[in-house]
C-alpha cells in the first residue's frame, strides 16, 4: 500500500479536479436547463420549438461524440477552446436537457390557481416564472436534480480519455506506475462513491427540511 501513500497528492488534486468540471458543468446545465424550459412552456409557438428541438437533438446524440466535436470539430470553425472548458460545454450541455425536462415537469405540476391568481393581481409572465413558479416548482426538484448532478460527476470520467487529469485519468497513471490495477481502482471508485452519496445525502436532507417529508430509500 505504500504506492497509494505516494500518490495520495496526486489522487487528491484529481479528486478535486472530479469536483471542479462537475460543479461547473452543473451550474451550465442549470442555466441552459432553465432557459429552455422556459422555452418548453412558453405560449410563443417559436420558443416551444427551440426547446424541443434541443433537447431532441442534444439528447439523443452520445456525450463522447459530443465532447469529441468541441475538442477536435470547433478548431475547423476557427474557435479553439481548452479541453477543460470543452468538457465543462459538452457535459453542461447534454445535462442540461434532462434539467429542461426536470424543471419544465416541475412547472406543470404547480397548481393552475396559484399562476391565475398572479395574474388578476396583474404580475409579469416574467414575474410569475421567477416569483411563484420556480420557487414553488423547486421544492419537487431538489431529489431529480441532485441525481442529474450524480450523473454529471460520473460523466467527469470521459476526461481521462481526453486527457485531461480528473480521478479516472489519475488513476490509470498510478496504476501504470505501480501495476496495482486492482486496489487502485477500488480506491477510486471509492472516491467517486464518496462524491455521489454525499450528494444524494445532501439533497434528501435538504428537501426533508423544506416540505417536511422525509425521503425513503
Not at 425536462?101 to 416564472?129: C, D, K, M, W, Y
Amino acid at each position: 500500500m505504500l504506492f497509494v501513500v505516494s500518490a495520495a497528492r496526486e489522487i487528491a488534486v484529481g479528486f478535486l479536479t472530479t469536483l471542479e468540471l462537475a460543479v461547473s458543468s452543473f451550474a451550465f446545465a442549470l442555466v441552459v436547463g432553465t432557459l429552455m424550459a422556459t422555452c418548453r412552456v412558453s405560449p410563443v409557438p417559436v420558443l416551444r420549438m427551440l426547446g424541443a428541438a434541443y433537447v431532441e437533438i442534444v439528447r439523443n446524440v452520445p456525450l463522447f461524440v459530443i465532447l469529441i466535436f468541441l475538442i477536435f470539430g470547433l478548431p475547423d470553425t476557427g474557435l479553439t477552446l481548452p479541453i477543460f472548458a470543452c468538457l465543462v460545454l459538452g457535459i453542461g450541455a447534454y445535462t442540461g436537457t434532462y434539467v429542461c425536462e426536470t424543471i419544465r415537469s416541475g412547472i406543470l405540476a404547480v397548481p393552475r390557481g396559484e399562476i391565475e391568481a398572479a395574474r388578476s393581481l396583474g404580475f409579469s409572465i416574467t414575474q410569475i416564472l421567477t416569483l411563484i413558479v420556480l420557487p414553488t416548482a423547486f421544492r419537487s426538484m431538489i431529489q431529480p436534480l441532485a441525481n442529474i448532478f450524480i450523473s454529471a460527476i460520473l460523466a467527469t470520467a470521459l476526461g481521462a480519455s481526453l486527457g485531461v487529469v480528473e480521478l479516472t485519468n489519475v488513476a490509470t497513471r498510478v496504476q501504470d506506475r505501480s501495476g496495482q490495477i486492482l486496489t487502485t481502482f477500488i480506491i477510486v471508485g471509492a472516491g467517486y462513491v464518496v462524491l455521489t452519496l454525499s450528494v444524494g445525502f445532501l439533497a434528501s436532507w435538504y428537501q426533508t427540511k423544506l416540505t417536511g417529508i422525509r425521503r425513503k430509500f
